[in-house]
């Protein structure tokens, strides 16, 4: 479910909208349309206006399909701009099992996306309250869960109780990472323990389901936040459909692993639209936080 190549402008039929973007008059004989200014839905295929798209936060307006945003996105539409300080900047994976390739893999990946693992983690305000944000991204290796992500987690967390702020952790990932074995399979123990100390200390934790969601992330430290948010259409579930119909050869219903359909089932308090994200986000944090309660008086 990847974003496609934007579709040229340049010479065939003119694509949705062309004629409500510019005067044809005002256009020399012969110039070009500028390329890249469509992308084609992943999901629907209609052709989308990228200026509009980014308004919308990379949401179709025609089948309301949400594209995966990477963290630095993610940050982007969740903090209060510019505030956003990011800790562990430059850690990285070690390979304690010298898994064939894997250094190799972690080195493109890292030249792809411009980080160092697959989460980033920092202080920021949210409207002005003071949190500690934590990202995953799946375009890093799946978003996969090995021990610097794990570690990453767990300062973020403790950072959080130190501090006296809330945690907010946006997760998507497809589990544990493999190339680690036993080392990624340990973080799922020691992000829950961590995060248990937030819950003895009434400090808020608040995790957002994003696209996918799976696995030993999932299993771990993203369902026992204090209040569960899921983005709309999300896919979200331990184990992926495809996996569970094929060891034990049943077909699942239509929609198992969606969002909403865990929110039908008590797994996710709440299933948003990516626009309505930041106001939930505001709102629950005046809440729960004591700083937030403070600061709406």
Known sequence: MTEQEPVSQSGGQPAPGDANRSDPGSRAAGEAVPEGLWIKCAQCGEMLYK????????????????????????????????SFREHDADMRSGDPLRFPLYEEKLREDEERTGLREAMVWGECAIDGMPVVLAVMDFGFRGGSMGAVVG????????????????????????GARMQEGIVSLLQM???????????????PYIAIYTDPLTAGVFASFASVADVAIAEQNALVGFAGPRVIEQAFKIKLPAGSHTAEFQHEHGMVDIVVPRRGLRPLLVRLLRLLSPRGKEGSA
């Open 189 to 203: 123990a020691k992000t829950t323990a961590v995060v248990s100390r937030l819950a003895r200390e009434g400090i």
């Open 151 to 174: 570690e990453k987690l767990a300062r973020a967390a403790e950072h959080a109780a130190d501090s006296r702020v809330p945690l907010v952790v946006s997760a998507c990932s497809g």
């Open 51 to 82: 200026p509009e798209y980014r308004e919308e936060l990379h949401v179709c307006r025609h089948c309301g399909h949400h594209k995966r945003l990477t963290a630095r996105e993610r940050i982007a539409i969740t903090a209060d701009e510019e």
